[in-house]
């Protein structure tokens, strides 16, 4: 069987797609990049906004329109959430809710075996290198689920409480692939920083991180998204290792203290200044990146600016920001005082510029500077040679010229420019 995957929306996602490509290859299926080919399609949807459901919709009956003979399986939060909307869309042969996520191989084969040992799973994680989902880095679910009530999230509704993997399977895990040649790996989850809260372990995530750099031998190791009021007293000292890599994305949503707590957000203003600034004094070379949410219901122009002033204040490095999208099930979906689509378009292309000129100034800094950068795509070639982009430690997208053997190594360069988007270089 010949099977196609894709996945919209956040690393968690494309943790799911990883993970259900190596049971389909560990059970005699191939994994094909294109979806022309495929007998099956698979993809994980993303319900965080309005458009993340829209691309669903887009992406599945684009497949259809080329593929007709292909059966379409749609799973995820969108998935989730209307299953009947999304079971009317054209090619549609499949709706699986997040609770039956983790038995799709056995959906799509009745015969899968699903629990395969960590030694039987190396080897096809040589196979699957690199991802066929086009990333070097490896994409470790740790944690799924959140117990927090944000008014505008539908997360919570898509996939229920917190729950963690046990400590000992991921670790078995990256080590896993570690052997199987992955020079990175992120771990990820709904709620990261609540890993281990459920069994009354309320620095769960900090003995997680302490137990990969201890008894793994992964090069580099990397956080996603991670809640501002989750982290355990100590926590930033565990970046004294430098496989720990810099950067830390910390959703903010807000900068207004008004808008923060009509979004129920655990966090105030002044918590987040501070955490910063202890995060910055320990960790050199700190990026810190953040969501930002723009138009929730009640957002007055005062309350834009001040939000817009704290961004400021804050330099993050870069910004991931959207308009407020209702979402079915949220409470700020029942809210008065919802803003217009154009009140909205205009605030966001204000935070759209200051996030633009925060990344340039951030990047611009290090220009002149040497950088390590993991090599992830080659962009095809000029008169200088193959055009290579890679991330940096500290998670700049670099790009710049170099040989053909470059995917999934490390190297260093010479940062020579910077925009809004990166940085460009050349090898060292």
């Given at each position: 069987?010949?099977?196609?995957?894709?996945?919209?929306?956040?690393?968690?996602?494309?943790?799911?797609?990883?993970?259900?490509?190596?049971?389909?290859?560990?059970?005699?299926?191939?994994?094909?990049?294109?979806?022309?080919?495929?007998?099956?399609?698979?993809?994980?949807?993303?319900?965080?906004?309005?458009?993340?459901?829209?691309?669903?919709?887009?992406?599945?009956?684009?497949?259809?329109?080329?593929?007709?003979?292909?059966?379409?399986?749609?799973?995820?939060?969108?998935?989730?959430?209307?299953?009947?909307?999304?079971?009317?869309?054209?090619?549609?042969?499949?709706?699986?809710?997040?609770?039956?996520?983790?038995?799709?191989?056995?959906?799509?084969?009745?015969?899968?075996?699903?629990?395969?040992?960590?030694?039987?799973?190396?080897?096809?994680?040589?196979?699957?290198?690199?991802?066929?989902?086009?990333?070097?880095?490896?994409?470790?679910?740790?944690?799924?689920?959140?117990?927090?009530?944000?008014?505008?999230?539908?997360?919570?509704?898509?996939?229920?409480?917190?729950?963690?993997?046990?400590?000992?399977?991921?670790?078995?895990?990256?080590?896993?692939?570690?052997?199987?040649?992955?020079?990175?790996?992120?771990?990820?989850?709904?709620?990261?920083?609540?890993?281990?809260?459920?069994?009354?372990?309320?620095?769960?995530?900090?003995?997680?991180?302490?137990?990969?750099?201890?008894?793994?031998?992964?090069?580099?190791?990397?956080?996603?998204?991670?809640?501002?009021w989750d982290i355990a007293p100590g926590f930033f000292e565990l970046?004294?290792?430098?496989?720990?890599?810099?950067?830390?994305?910390?959703?903010?949503?807000?900068?207004?203290?008004?808008?923060?707590?009509?979004?129920?957000?655990?966090?105030?203003?002044?918590?987040?200044?501070?955490?910063?600034?202890?995060?910055?004094?320990?960790?050199?070379?700190?990026?810190?990146?953040?969501?930002?949410?723009?138009?929730?219901?009640?957002?007055?122009?005062?309350?834009?600016?001040?939000?817009?002033?704290?961004?400021?204040?804050?330099?993050?490095?870069?910004?991931?920001?959207?308009?407020?999208?209702?979402?079915?099930?949220?409470?700020?979906?029942?809210?008065?005082?919802?803003?217009?689509?154009?009140?909205?378009?205009?605030?966001?292309?204000?935070?759209?510029?200051?996030?633009?000129?925060?990344?340039?100034?951030?990047?611009?800094?290090?220009?002149?500077?040497?950088?390590?950068?993991?090599?992830?795509?080659?962009?095809?070639?000029?008169?200088?040679?193959?055009?290579?982009?890679?991330?940096?430690?500290?998670?700049?997208?670099?790009?710049?010229?170099?040989?053909?053997?470059?995917?999934?190594?490390?190297?260093?360069?010479?940062?020579?420019?910077?925009?809004?988007?990166?940085?460009?270089?050349?090898?060292?």
């Open positions: 069987m010949k099977v196609f995957l894709n996945s919209i929306g956040c690393r968690l996602n494309h943790s799911e797609i990883e993970t259900l490509a190596r049971q389909l290859i560990a059970n005699g299926h191939e994994i094909v990049p294109n979806a022309a080919d495929a007998d099956q399609v698979v993809i994980n949807t993303c319900a965080v906004t309005a458009q993340a459901s829209a691309d669903a919709r887009r992406m599945t009956r684009k497949i259809h329109k080329t593929n007709k003979e292909a059966e379409i399986t749609l799973t995820g939060c969108y998935a989730t959430i209307s299953p009947d909307e999304l079971s009317a869309v054209e090619g549609v042969t499949n709706v699986v809710h997040n609770a039956q996520k983790a038995k799709l191989a056995q959906l799509l084969d009745p015969n899968a075996t699903l629990d395969i040992p960590v030694f039987d799973r190396e080897p096809i994680m040589r196979e699957f290198h690199g991802g066929t989902v086009s990333h070097t880095r490896a994409f470790i679910k740790v944690q799924d689920g959140c117990d927090n009530k944000c008014t505008f999230c539908v997360t919570t509704v898509a996939r229920g409480d917190s729950t963690s993997r046990h400590l000992g399977d991921i670790v078995a895990e990256i080590q896993a692939l570690h052997t199987a040649g992955y020079k990175e790996a992120v771990l990820s989850g709904v709620h990261l920083g609540s890993y281990g809260f459920e069994f009354g372990n309320m620095a769960g995530l900090k003995e997680l991180v302490t137990a990969i750099l201890e008894h793994t031998d992964i090069p580099r190791l990397r956080l996603s998204s991670l809640e501002p970046w004294e290792n430098p496989r720990l890599l810099p950067h830390l994305h910390m959703p903010l949503q807000s900068g207004s203290a008004k808008i923060l707590k009509r979004m129920a957000r655990r966090t105030k203003i002044p918590q987040f200044r501070e955490l910063v600034s202890d995060a910055r004094k320990n960790i050199p070379n700190l990026n810190i990146t953040t969501d930002i949410i723009v138009g929730f219901p009640g957002e007055t122009a005062d309350d834009f600016r001040e939000s817009y002033d704290f961004v400021e204040e804050i330099g993050f490095s870069r910004l991931h920001a959207f308009p407020y999208s209702a979402r079915p099930g949220t409470a700020a979906a029942d809210m008065p005082d919802h803003l217009t689509k154009d009140q909205k378009k205009a605030r966001m292309r204000k935070m759209l510029d200051l996030g633009n000129k925060m990344g340039t100034d951030f990047h611009s800094r290090y220009v002149g500077k040497k950088m390590n950068v993991l090599w992830e795509q080659v962009h095809g070639a000029d008169d200088q040679g193959l055009r290579w982009s890679g991330y940096s430690d500290n998670y700049m997208r670099v790009q710049a010229h170099g040989p053909a053997d470059l995917l999934n190594t490390v190297s260093t360069i010479e940062i020579t420019s910077a925009d809004s988007g990166g940085v460009q270089g050349h090898q060292v």
